[in-house]
């Protein structure tokens, strides 16, 4: 057989957003001697095998003390294909009650194969034709730009702007799209501690930007996989808790549980109108489109998920007390560390910002950053990042790059330091003459 053309294969292969994590992967793997800011995991010290047998058995101890079911059904919930939205919807409503006084009939929920799948679900159900177009705050995670190519959704940037999203922006930006002809359906945004900017919402800007999504007839896509590692005091509520079914929840188990699990969410209570005066929840269209995708959740992850959130009393803000340190220590030592080994950072022309929370920090330095810089960084200096030219999408080299502190120990960010500052001040220097 001829080879296959790519140009003969859908066109999202051929996009820069889907070959930018393979790209940064493979620079990881080809320098396996640098220190890595580059990736936005969790931190593994506290992984424990132990922990995923216990998390089974004490949520097959709930199927049956707390949801009665004989041994046949418990066997069966966890060895056969199961119910298509999923069965721990229960255990995350209690979560989202507990952690977000947010309060959801358990049936609009879909559990799915990381808020990744929850994403792809929600895209597909709204892009009915080619007129309907997706907002984004950019820069944005290049999860959702992904999806979007996927279900061949343009996505249409709103700045960010200071305060995390410019609301200005956002309807300029919907009614420019209404003049060309396109129906914007919702705005995707990462209201806490956003992946890649660091930024968060305040509480008053979470009411203007919903009253916004009103007049202008958006939905919201609140994706708030970083929320609970920050100060767990005073924090604004979420979008869901302000705006009820003007906005969907994409949820993720993967930084507050753990990624190999692969367990996310969505919270679609929207009603659909489906004719004859009936309405169903947007949940159950997603639903119908999952079933066509991973058919069900895998119910061994489900269950070890749902352990979990068993043995913390439905609340992961419990669950990861040890998590909420870890990340507040890295996060200090990252901004600390740039200004002790960057005392001239001004005159240099070199700044950051100093996010309260969250696994990300942004660099503005005075020259482009590019990915063969990344490669030189690797190469030359021993040190990972990321270029934040991948959350703008359109592959211009821009003078900021992403750094994340959730990976790696002291020692390991102390080595990264070093060695990240002798790079750019190695290049602000030669940017400056
Ligand atoms: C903004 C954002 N959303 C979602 C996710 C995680 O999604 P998943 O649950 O598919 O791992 C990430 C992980 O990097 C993220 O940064």
């Known amino acids: 057989m001829d080879p296959l053309r790519l140009t003969d294969l859908h066109g999202s292969l051929a996009d820069p957003v889907l070959a930018a994590m393979e790209f940064l992967n493979e620079v990881a793997h080809r320098y396996p001697e640098a220190v890595s800011f580059a990736?936005?995991?969790?931190y593994e010290e506290f992984f424990d095998v132990e922990d995923l047998h216990r998390y089974l058995r004490t949520f097959h101890r709930h199927l049956v003390e707390d949801q009665g079911m004989d041994a046949a059904g418990a066997r069966r919930t966890l060895f056969q294909y199961g119910r298509t939205k999923?069965?721990?919807?229960?255990?995350?409503?209690?979560n989202l009650a507990e952690?977000?006084?947010?309060?959801?009939?358990?049936?609009s929920i879909v559990v799915t194969v990381g808020a990744q799948e929850a994403m792809l679900l929600v895209l597909r159900a709204l892009r009915a034709d080619p007129h309907d177009v997706l907002l984004a705050v950019s820069p944005v995670y290049v999860g959702i730009t992904g999806a979007a190519r996927l279900v061949e959704m343009p996505v249409l940037p709103v700045r960010d702007g200071p305060a995390g999203v410019d609301l200005d922006d956002l309807t300029a930006a919907a009614r420019r799209a209404r003049a060309a002809g396109l129906r914007?359906?919702?705005?995707?945004?990462?209201?806490?501690?956003?992946?890649?900017?660091?930024?968060?919402?305040?509480?008053?800007?979470?009411s203007e930007l919903l009253r916004v999504a009103a007049d202008e007839d958006l939905l919201i896509l609140e994706d708030n996989p970083y929320r609970l590692f920050g100060s767990t005091d005073d924090r604004p509520p979420t979008l869901k808790a302000l705006g009820g079914d003007r906005v969907v929840s994409l949820g993720s188990y993967a930084k507050t549980g753990f990624p190999g699990a692969r367990i996310g969410y969505a919270v679609a209570d929207q009603p659909v109108d489906v004719g004859d005066g009936h309405t169903i929840p947007l949940a159950d269209?997603?639903?119908?489109?999952?079933?066509?995708?991973?058919?069900?959740?895998?119910?061994?992850?489900?269950?070890?998920?749902?352990?979990?959130l068993l043995e913390h009393g439905h609340s992961l803000v419990k669950a990861n007390t040890r998590e909420i340190e870890v990340y507040r220590r890295n996060r200090e030592q990252v901004l600390d560390g740039l200004a002790a080994r960057l005392p001239d950072a001004h005159r240099l022309g070199v700044?950051?910002?100093?996010?309260?929370?969250?696994?990300?920090?942004?660099?503005?330095?005075?020259?482009?950053?590019?990915?063969?810089?990344?490669?030189?960084?690797?190469?030359?200096?021993?040190?990972?990042?990321?270029?934040?030219?991948?959350?703008?999408?359109?592959?211009?080299?821009?003078?900021?790059?992403?750094?994340?502190?959730?990976?790696?120990?002291?020692?390991?960010?102390?080595?990264?330091?070093?060695?990240?500052?002798?790079?750019?001040?190695?290049?602000?220097?030669?940017?400056?003459?």
């Open 184 to 206: 914007p359906r919702a705005l995707y945004v990462v209201p806490d501690f956003a992946n890649p900017s660091g930024a968060t919402l305040d509480r008053r800007l979470r």
């Open 99 to 107: 952690d977000e006084a947010v309060h959801v009939d358990p049936e």
């Open 285 to 308: 269209q997603l639903s119908r489109l999952k079933s066509m995708i991973t058919v069900n959740t895998p119910p061994i992850a489900q269950a070890v998920i749902g352990g979990l």
């Open 39 to 42: 990736p936005g995991r969790p």
């Open 351 to 433: 700044r950051w910002n100093s996010p309260a929370g969250g696994f990300f920090i942004v660099v503005t330095v005075p020259f482009p950053v590019d990915d063969a810089l990344l490669e030189r960084s690797a190469r030359e200096h021993r040190v990972l990042w990321t270029p934040m030219h991948h959350f703008y999408g359109d592959g211009t080299a821009m003078p900021h790059l992403r750094l994340s502190v959730s990976l790696l120990t002291p020692d390991e960010i102390d080595l990264g330091l070093d060695r990240l500052a002798e790079f750019i001040t190695d290049h602000a220097r030669q940017a400056g003459t």
């Open 86 to 94: 999923g069965i721990i919807h229960d255990l995350i409503a209690r």
